[in-house]
């Protein structure tokens, strides 16, 4: 198995266990440990202060060291070790430093993933076992890689629901626990001295693209593309944090609220497909525009059309293609920049960003709920996803 499709399947394993624990984790804290929405809220920034200090520290470290997959792969098995005692916590404070432990192993293993499959895109055993043009579909192979990600997320928030309704919240901690470590076991395959570092081969069919790459080498990433994706993950987070509690409010069970967020990630493995094929032809730029408006729309039709089951599920279509939108142009222009030895410290800048958007939104999600109600937080969501929207859309004027 070459290192892309080896990727891919950890990949899929650590998805697939985000797909179980995310849409069912405020639900844990507040029905299993009695905590209050505020408090849900406060543990939530916590881990996007983890995930902060953890992107950055990451990246720089792997650059330092000029190795990735060690850190890699401690990432997997810290955060399997991490929610094993999550599925034990007997109160509200070891949940609490079980998940910050976790956020601290996952930012290794999302910081380090796109330097690494950034480090395969550009390899020669990649090129060469790909067709003659693939240096001219990084979009398209990208989102192709993190598509199937949410494809296995969706299996498991559907999975999820179902086996927190049957057996019980815990379980499907232990779950994760065991998909992390699968995960782990695999990434002890890759190959990373023998794929990643590898320079580009140079010939006709790939040169142009190759001289993009290489003009964009020693840049830093824009500040209007950080500014977006800052607020892009803003609106997200504070709008998924609470959107299971929220969907609880509305009278749907936990079994239809996993179900619905494995709709909207059961879209997002093709609409991601076709965003990444679709910015090769427009441009990632556009295409993160697209993004920020079609999650500005989401959160308009959570606030007036949720209790409405049809429009729930139209609105958890359109929310899969706005999310995949972002997602793989986001990561695909962020490998536009750097050179081989600083792929580290700009996946590590690009998730450092997120973490900190990821942060603020999950603070002001729960906060905001409870001081204003639902009503009042999505409409803030929907008004940061639209300034996102215009970051990028300022971007366009800079960078094709």
């Not at 049957?166 to 998909?179: D, E, P, Y």
């Not at 409010?249 to 493995?269: D, H, P, T």
């Not at 410290?345 to 603070?363: C, D, I, M, N």
């Amino acid at each position: 198995m070459n290192n892309y499709r080896l990727l891919i399947l950890i990949n899929a394993f650590f998805f697939a266990a985000i797909g179980i624990s995310a849409p069912q984790l405020s639900i844990f804290f507040e029905e299993e440990l009695a905590t209050s929405k505020a408090t849900i809220a406060i543990i939530l920034t916590s881990l996007g202060a983890a995930m902060i200090i953890g992107n950055y520290a990451w990246g720089r470290l792997s650059d330092w060291m000029g190795r990735r997959k060690p850190i890699w792969i401690g990432g997997l098995f810290g955060v399997a070790l991490a929610f094993f005692g999550l599925s034990q916590a007997p109160t509200m404070e070891f949940a609490w430093g079980a998940r910050v432990i976790g956020a601290l192993a996952a930012a290794a293993y999302t910081t380090l993933s796109l330097a690494i499959i950034t480090d395969v895109l550009a390899s020669t055993e990649f090129r060469t076992q790909s067709n003659d043009e693939a240096g001219n579909k990084k979009g398209q192979q990208m989102g192709f890689y993190r598509g199937l990600g949410s494809l296995a997320f969706a299996v498991g928030a559907t999975l999820g629901g179902f086996l927190a309704d049957a057996v019980s919240l815990r379980a499907i901690f232990v779950a994760c626990s065991v998909l992390y470590f699968a995960a782990a076991m695999c990434g002890l395959l890759l190959k990373e001295s023998v794929s990643l570092g590898a320079e580009p081969v140079a010939n006709s069919e790939t040169d142009m693209t190759l001289s993009d790459e290489r003009f964009n080498e020693g840049k830093r990433l824009p500040l209007l593309f950080l500014a977006g994706v800052l607020l892009w993950i803003m609106a997200h987070s504070a709008s998924a944090s609470m959107w299971p509690n929220y969907m609880r409010y509305l009278g749907y069970s936990k079994a239809w609220v996993g179900s619905l967020w494995g709709l909207a990630a059961f879209v997002e493995f093709p609409a991601m497909y076709l965003a990444g094929i679709a910015s090769d032809l427009v441009g990632t730029v556009v295409m993160l525009a697209a993004g920020g408006l079609l999650i500005g729309i989401v959160n308009t039709g959570y606030l007036l059309l949720a209790s409405y089951l049809p429009a729930l599920l139209t609105i958890q279509v359109v929310r899969g293609f706005g999310f995949g939108s972002y997602t793989t142009s986001a990561m695909t222009f962020t490998t536009d920049f750097g050179a081989q030895h600083t792929r580290g410290r700009t996946s590590g800048l690009f998730y450092t960003v997120a973490s900190t958007g990821q942060l603020l939104g999950s603070y002001l999600g729960g906060t905001l709920a409870d001081w204003q109600g639902f009503g009042f937080m999505y409409g803030f969501c929907a008004a940061t996803a639209l300034c996102a929207g215009i970051c990028f859309l300022l971007l366009r004027r800079h960078h094709r």
